[in-house]
């Protein structure tokens, strides 16, 4: 048997079949890890976190921008057409790398120099909420200039309000997401209304999930009546996990064979715990072939954000940058291409003027009612981020 080429589900089963843990084992581990954690709070000498490095920005006018790959808009020679327009207006050479292929393996490789507050090779990194959360707890990115990001503003009043950076002070949205369900309009003519209609015995064996505990674990959790961006304790979560472990052990998840988008291309699954974006570009190669939508009892929001590393020389140039990306104009130019969800208000108001159908895809300019049904899972400590990853891990293989 081939191991599934999404590299997500290959880092959970791995961490699966290193712990093996069962419910009562997990729980034992995270008291031990949570000791740890206490007595590491108790000792006299605590973590020195890292200083900022000095900024060149006024004498070195160049910018590394970190990011996921097929996350910005690209041309048929293999450029990026707004990226070109920044630096022939800002005078900034960006070097531009798809290098963030998963946000565990990119902190692996990078957190020995952020500890010690040293350049990683990247001025403007693009991480996704959780990894950010951490990562400004740490002290391991640098404080904006607010004078420097009057487009800022801009930003969507419902991505405001984190619970890791208050006041958006260290990191904003470069793009966000929805996770709710989805599923194959012909072969599901009545749609779905709920993450528990997955559960129905006539989709058994082509169901999907995402391999991100927080989204597919979050719906299961909201559709069992928990709000997951409040405080919740150890039953909620393991309630949850309890549910997909039976969906596994039933069949009615799909094999693993790949990607949960590439099974929904394949007709290996029909639906699909899903991310907003995935389904805007599956409809935009396959002609509206897919519907999604927010569960009733509500789905969940992420955003991926932009950060400086505490190491950066090049902190002004990156707020050039990110400062550009907010203006409505360009924020369009972006979403016709990557087909998340933007985070920069009035951009929707001129894509209409060029592309109707764009500004009308509530997958890409959601409205106020939209983002109201979407939670953002709370904040994770980091003995909970362990238990929990590898109980969904676990529940994944069944086990």
Known sequence: ???????????????????????????????????????????????????????????????????????????????????????????????YSESITANGSYYDSVERRLARGKDIGADLMVLTDWMTARLIRLGYVQKFTASRLPNAKNLRAPLTGVDFDEGRQRSLPWQSNFAGICWNTEAVPNGIASVSELWDPSFKGRVGVVSEMRDTIGLIMLDNGVDVGEHWGTDAFYDAVDVLKKQVGDGQLAPARNSYTNDLRAGNTVAAI????????????????????????????????????????????????????????????????????????GAKEIAATVDPALAANPLVFPDDAMFARAHQFRTLTDAEQQEYQAAFASALLGS
């Open 1 to 95: 048997m081939q191991p599934p080429s999404d590299p997500q589900i290959r880092t959970l089963i791995r961490a699966a079949r290193q712990t093996q843990l069962s419910r009562r084992s997990v729980l034992t581990a995270a008291g031990a890890a949570a000791a740890s954690f206490a007595l590491a709070a108790c000792t006299p000498m605590g973590v020195v976190k890292p200083s900022a490095a000095s900024d060149s920005s006024s004498t070195e006018k160049t910018l590394r921008w970190a990011n996921w790959p097929d996350y910005l808009d690209a041309d048929t020679a293999g450029g990026h057409p707004s990226l070109d327009a920044f630096t022939k207006a800002s005078g900034i050479s960006v070097k």
């Open 274 to 345: 899903c991310w907003s974006g995935d389904v805007a570009l599956l409809n935009a190669e396959a002609g509206n072939k897919w519907s999604f939508a927010m569960p009733d009892a509500g789905g969940t929001l992420f955003s991926d954000d932009f950060q400086v590393p505490i190491g950066s020389p090049h902190l002004a140039n990156a707020e050039k940058l990110i400062d550009y990306y907010y203006q409505p104009d360009v924020a369009a130019e972006v979403a016709s291409w990557v087909k998340t969800v933007s985070p920069v208000d």
